[in-house]
């Protein structure tokens, strides 16, 4: 049975989300396949000494900027990070052919990026012939050195005509670039439940069938965005989703309101609150906007100084396909969303029209993937055991 490493970390959350949906779907499909899930903060630092020093794990203090909304100014960290990665190449090289050389996966598959270089080179130095892919979580990539590397024996799947011209740019032979038509989601966002009534789900929870619902949702951890938006938007109906921010909740139930609202805190289960929504709103992150467009809903974003770096890509995207709205500020969202309202029927027809079945491409990717290593292998065995007879 083939052992499959799926490498995630916990920044911002979508990695291990998506992680865990491609363990979902590969479980799914048939194959067999011993998938292990790898936190490779964890392989780095086994004994969490960056946690014991700071007090905070390496991804918590950035999910905790994400929650306040301190994101000016990421691109000039983003460099100063790939340059201290950089600076760790040896050391990391090292940890990771140890792990590889104690873990003899049969192929490795990294959900993160910046990484991506330390990944490959380790496996190839101490399991020639592993396959290594890289799967985007984002729409394009960030160059240099985010997603994707020149000079390595990288297999990319891309989600996004964007990341495959990319791709290609950065010299990787076809062979080695694989398109899907989307990001990867988990797979319930794919299955209404039997029997859903959204109406009178609506109603149930004190909502008005009648009036367009709004979804506001900015990563697990929230945003004080949100505030904002809550305060600018008292007339429309909202479901406003606070995920492990728990203070930011009770600012919200604390603010006043004429439209029936609903404050949530974490859940996982998104998809069916999603479901309740007519629109998006959030930062343009590309899993909630592939989330978002799944079930139907146009979205409602901003790009401006405070937009990381990595998703000001995917504001173009949501525009060139008329997707939604994509604003400087959500400080005029009072007066940009009566037109996506006046415009709905058309912005959900096109929505409608976009087709997202990455995570049930990617098992079959892969499996053509590691056929590819294996057959070879196999057929020089076949060979020498002839000779030999």
């Excluded at 995630?8 to 291990?16: E, K, L, T």
């Excluded at 940009?336 to 049930?360: I, Q, T």
Aim: charged share 15%.
């Amino acid at each position: 049975m083939p052992s499959v490493d799926l490498v995630y970390f916990n920044a911002g959350g979508g990695h291990r989300a998506s992680a865990l949906a491609l363990q979902q779907a590969i479980a799914a499909s048939g194959l067999g396949w011993a998938v292990r899930l790898v936190n490779l903060t964890e392989v780095l630092d086994p004994q969490s000494s960056f946690r014991k020093l700071t007090g905070i794990a390496p991804e918590d203090l950035y999910n905790k900027r994400l929650a306040h909304g301190l994101t000016l100014g990421l691109a000039q960290e983003l460099k100063l990070l790939q340059a201290l990665i950089r600076l760790a190449h040896q050391p990391m090289l090292k940890s990771l052919q140890q792990y590889w050389l104690r873990t003899e996966p049969d192929m490795v598959v990294s959900l993160i990026p910046n990484f991506n270089r330390a990944l490959c080179e380790s496996l190839a130095a101490s399991l020639p012939g592993v396959p290594f892919v890289t799967v985007l979580t984002d729409l394009a990539d960030h160059p240099p050195h985010f997603w994707i590397e020149p000079g390595l024996a990288q297999h990319v799947v891309c989600g996004s005509a964007r990341a495959v011209q990319q791709a290609r740019e950065a010299g990787h032979p076809a062979a080695h670039i694989h398109p899907t038509s989307g990001m990867i989601i988990r797979p319930d966002f794919y299955c209404e439940p039997a029997g859903f009534d959204r109406a009178a789900r609506l109603q149930a929870l004190g909502l008005d069938p009648a009036r367009p619902t709004g979804v506001v949702m900015f990563g697990g951890h929230g945003s004080r965005s949100m505030l904002g938006i809550a305060q600018r938007l008292p007339e429309v109906q909202l479901i406003v989703m606070c995920g492990h921010n728990a203070r930011l909740a009770d600012k919200l139930r604390a603010l006043p309101a004429t439209a029936p609202r609903l404050i949530l805190g974490f859940t996982p289960d998104v998809a069916e609150w999603m479901r309740l929504g007519d629109f998006f709103i959030g930062k343009p992150g590309p899993g909630a906007l592939s989330e978002a467009l799944q079930l139907g809903l146009p979205v409602v974003v901003t790009r401006n100084a405070w937009t990381m770096p990595q998703e000001r890509y995917n504001t173009d995207w949501v525009r060139d396909n008329g997707f939604g709205l994509v604003l400087r500020s959500f400080r005029g969202i009072d007066a940009a969303l009566p037109e996506l309202l006046a415009a709905l029927p058309a912005y959900r027809e096109r929505v409608a029209a976009y087709r997202n079945r990455a995570v049930f491409e990617l098992p079959g990717i892969l499996a053509s993937i590691l056929d590819a290593v294996q057959q070879p292998l196999s057929s020089a065995s076949g060979a020498a055991s002839a000779q030999a007879w």
